[in-house]
Structures are given as structure tokens and as C-alpha cells.
């Protein structure tokens, strides 16, 4: 997730900007747009005023689940029969035993695995309430983890092959590869945030900005995507949203400390100093 981030900060510098009639989309709502668009494809973008009324869940704070590698349910079942003595009109007796403690096998690993969704919540609750910056990167880390992962092989290597493509600045070819991710996998948010990258990389803001609006739709909670929407926004000069959407990465995250000094640049800038 911070990859974009660093990425942006890194490219912002040297950029020349576009008129800030770039950021004129469509008012259309997220729940409106079609769930995957590729770099070619018709955009439909919702403005920034709608794009910021995207609600981040509440999360309470609660105990993490326990790690399941470290969950090693003792299964048990009934003690298996002589397997010599066979049973002739009725169905194997030590077969039938042995289904019988697979299921139950199975059917404690499934306990012991912990839900994805409320373990991510405990994570991004824990963010929000960390107590200092080691520990919020610690988390953020961890984070970054649960949210990579596609469940798809083919979508796993096109992302390396895009990465790869990204660093030796391939920037079309990186494209390429994202778009067929996303075609495989509508809602990997890993691919839509790396194309956001690659697009601001080519100075294609609008693009960027659409992609990263893709990435909010689907995680409200993406402290990452919120930091390069805030940054493209300062970067074409539209301070007020720019600052909106740091004030949304902050709430997720309070100690991203880039995004931090852009808050407190913008605030004293549209807001002056406090009487």
C-alpha cells in the first residue's frame, strides 16, 4: 500500500501541472460505475466531491485472533476397529472411522481459522489506535499483507511481471500487464493501486485518480490510496480536496508522517492559524 504513496512523493517534484480542469468528472455514484475498467476502456469517475463522501467503516477495537499457524486442534475419534475383521454386508467399518476424523479434522481447522474480514478490522483498529510511529508501521505492515494476496496464480506472477516493468519504467508495457490482472481479478486492489502509480509516473492524473477512486470504492479504509489522491490534488494545484483527502489517510493512519506535514501545510494555508 505504501508503495504507491513513496512513489508519488518521490515523482510529484518534477511533474509539470495539468489545468485543474482535469479533475472535471462525472458525478456519477461509486456504486454507479462499472466494476472493472481497463486502461482504454470508456471511464466513468465519480468528482471528488462525491469520491470524498465514500464512508469509512467504524471499526471497534478488539482482541486480534489467535495466529492459526500456531492453532493445532487435537482431533479425535473413535478408536479404529481390527482390520482384518471385515464387516461383509454393510460398508467398510474402518473406512467409515476414517472419513469420520477427516471431517472432524476439517471441520476444527475451519474453526480455528480466523474470519479475514474481522481480523483485518481488529488491524485497522489497532492503526488507528497505535501509540507511537514504529508500532502504526508494524501494523501497517501487516496490513499491507492482507490486502496483497489475489488467490490467483496468473494475477500473482502478471503482478511481478509488472512490477518488473514499472522499475526499468516499461510504463505501457506495466499497463499492459495491470489490465489484465484487473480483467482476471475485478477487485484486487493491489492492481489498481499499482496502476495508479504507473499512471501518475506518465503524468496521467485523471487515470490515476480514477483508479485510485476504484481503490477507496472497494476499501474505504485504504490509508494508502487516500495519500495519493491527496498528493495528485495538491499537485494540480486543488489544495481544498487535497487536504479533505489527507485528513481521510490521517484518520485511518494518524501517524503517516508525510501525510501528517501536508495536512498541517494545507490546514494553515486554507484555513490560517487558529484564533
Not at 482504454?40 to 467504524?58: K, N, Y
Not at 473413535?78 to 464387516?87: I, K, R, S, Y
Not at 507511537?132 to 500473482?156: F, N
Not at 486492489?189 to 472497494?218: H, I, P, Y
Request: aromatic share 4%; net charge negative; proline share 8%.
Amino acid at each position: 500500500m505504501r508503495a504507491l504513496f513513496a512513489a508519488l512523493m518521490i515523482a510529484a517534484a518534477p511533474v509539470a501541472l495539468p489545468a485543474p480542469s482535469a479533475l472535471a468528472l462525472s458525478a456519477q455514484s461509486p456504486a454507479d460505475q462499472p466494476p472493472a475498467t481497463v486502461h482504454g476502456d470508456t471511464r466513468r469517475a465519480a468528482g471528488l466531491e462525491r469520491l470524498l463522501q465514500v464512508q469509512t467503516p467504524g471499526v471497534t477495537p478488539e482482541e486480534e485472533p489467535a495466529d492459526p499457524g500456531l492453532v493445532d486442534p487435537e482431533i479425535t475419534g473413535p478408536e479404529d476397529t481390527n482390520p482384518d475383521v471385515a464387516t461383509p454386508d454393510g460398508p467398510d467399518e474402518n473406512a467409515t472411522t476414517g472419513a469420520a476424523k477427516q471431517d472432524n479434522g476439517l471441520e476444527a481447522q475451519a474453526k480455528a481459522e480466523p474470519d479475514p474480514k474481522k481480523r483485518l478490522d481488529a488491524l485497522f483498529a489497532a492503526l488507528k489506535a497505535a501509540p507511537d510511529k514504529d508500532s502504526a508501521k508494524a501494523i501497517a505492515d501487516r496490513i499491507d499483507i492482507a490486502l496483497a494476496p489475489s488467490g490467483s496464480a496468473t494475477a500473482d506472477l502478471l503482478m511481478g511481471r509488472a512490477a518488473l516493468a514499472t522499475e526499468v519504467k516499461d510504463y505501457d508495457l506495466a499497463i499492459e500487464l495491470l489490465d489484465a490482472v484487473i480483467r482476471i481479478e475485478p477487485d484486487h486492489l493491489e492492481a489498481w493501486n499499482k496502476r495508479a502509480t504507473v499512471f501518475f509516473l506518465q503524468e496521467d492524473f485523471s487515470d490515476s485518480l480514477a483508479d485510485l477512486q476504484q481503490v477507496v470504492t472497494r476499501e474505504p479504509r485504504h490509508y494508502g490510496a487516500w495519500a495519493g489522491i491527496a498528493i495528485i490534488c495538491k499537485q494540480i494545484g486543488d489544495d481544498k480536496h487535497a487536504l479533505e483527502a489527507a485528513r481521510r489517510a490521517l484518520a485511518i493512519y494518524p501517524h503517516l508522517e508525510s501525510v501528517e506535514d501536508m495536512e498541517k501545510t494545507l490546514s494553515l494555508k486554507i484555513e490560517g492559524r487558529p484564533i
